[in-house]
């Protein structure tokens, strides 16, 4: 099992910043990929950025030039520091995290979400 704990949202006005964090845990062995994902009310959930273990990103056009990912491997966490914030980033941003176990099991786990409000 690997357990994702995830802090850092909140509301704030438009034109702020957040940075949102993701702790991994558990039988974690290989975390391959890390991603951040949003669902906003009536829509589908989106990919908002991605690292890999290599350090390799890649984020949505729409928040491209305002949001960063980064890793920090040593304590197996994820951050996203998300700048110029819209109303429309409004939405439940969730950590999803892949690899392999240490069975040699490949693994897809998502965090519980964190609402981030974008708001005057």
């Known amino acids: 099992q690997v357990q994702l704990v995830e802090s850092g949202g909140g509301l704030v006005q438009p034109g702020g910043s957040l940075r949102l964090s993701c702790a991994a845990s558990g039988n974690i062995f290989r975390l391959l990929f890390m991603a951040w994902y949003r669902q906003a009310p009536g829509k589908q959930r989106e990919l908002v950025a991605s690292i890999t273990s290599s350090d390799t990103t890649n984020y949505a056009d729409n928040v491209k030039g305002r949001f960063t990912i980064s890793r920090d491997n040593a304590k197996n966490t994820v951050y996203l520091q998300m700048n110029s914030l819209k109303p429309e980033d409004t939405a439940v941003y969730y950590c999803?995290?892949?690899?392999?176990?240490?069975?040699?099991?490949?693994?897809?786990?998502w965090g519980q979400g964190t609402q981030v409000t974008v708001s005057s």
């Open positions: 999803n995290a892949r690899g392999m176990n240490s069975a040699m099991t490949s693994y897809n786990y």
